[in-house]
T-cell receptor, first 114, second 113 residues
Framework: GIQVEQSPPDLILQEGANSTLRCNFS?????LQWFHQNPWGQLINLFY???GTKQNGRLSATTVATERYSLLYISSSQTTDSGVYFC????????????????FGKGTHLIIQP | DAEITQSPRHKITETGRQVTLACHQT?????MFWYRQDLGHGLRLIHY???????NKGEVSDGYSVSRSNTEDLPLTLESAASSQTSVYFC????????????FGPGTRLTVL
């Protein structure tokens, strides 16, 4: 099946700093999502971005499907940005006999210190 | 507002007991999914359903079953709970085909003693 790798696994920053999280995937995809899992365990949809660039406030994301990677940018970090950021994909080559659903990376654990 | 809910949010049970976790969505999505989350593994797919009376196995389906009697609900049953099934369980739904966005419930933390 498709492989998803996220980097870095851990990131500690001061409040106000900017960061870039990376997601590499091993095959063509027709869905890519970024999630934020907050300290209470809830998964929050950040972006649905199989290709192109999107922005939502201080967060933006870019997926370059032809090169099989996506980037999540967080600017002017706040302590509430802390948590784990997951990238998840659904691959084009899903076919009969293969399982549906998203394939998740192992996440980037982000800590924003005041 | 449409939403997806899970119950209970926390449960402690004993080895060998049958446990059912509920998932309810009000988006009228045909596709529903169950995932488990364990430290170091991200989320992994347990079962999924494309509609009423349809169920399919995912990556880690052993020891779990689901049933789909209506569009809104996909309960997950652990037939005989094992300590290895201690995990956080997430339900999700999606409109239409695989390329569409998935939406997740708040999760159920299950502890099997």
């Amino acid at each position: 099946g498709i492989q998803v790798e996220q980097s870095p696994p851990d990131l500690i920053l001061q409040e106000g700093a900017n960061s870039t999280l990376r997601c590499n995937f091993s095959d063509s995809v027709n869905n890519l999502q970024w999630f934020h899992q907050n300290p209470w365990g809830q998964l929050i949809n950040l972006f649905y971005i199989p290709s192109g660039t999107k922005q939502n406030g201080r967060l933006s994301a870019t997926t370059v499907a032809t090169e099989r990677y996506s980037l999540l940018y967080i600017s002017s970090s706040q302590t509430t940005d802390s948590g784990v950021y997951f990238c998840a994909v659904f691959g084009y080559k899903h076919s009969g006999g293969g399982a549906d659903g998203l394939t998740f990376g192992k996440g980037t654990h982000l800590i924003i210190q005041p | 507002d449409a939403e997806i809910t899970q119950s209970p949010r926390h449960k402690i049970t004993e080895t060998g007991r049958q446990v059912t976790l509920a998932c309810h969505q009000t988006w009228n999505h045909n596709n529903m999914f169950w995932y488990r989350q364990d430290l170091g593994h991200g989320l992994r797919l347990i079962h999924y359903s494309y509609g009423v009376q349809d169920t399919n196995k995912g990556e880690v389906s052993d020891g779990y079953s689901v049933s789909r009697s209506n569009t809104e609900d996909l309960p997950l049953t652990l037939e005989s709970a094992a300590s290895s099934q201690t995990s956080v369980y997430f339900c999700a739904s999606r409109p239409g085909l695989g390329g569409n966005e998935q939406f997740f419930g708040p999760g159920t933390r299950l502890t099997v003693l």
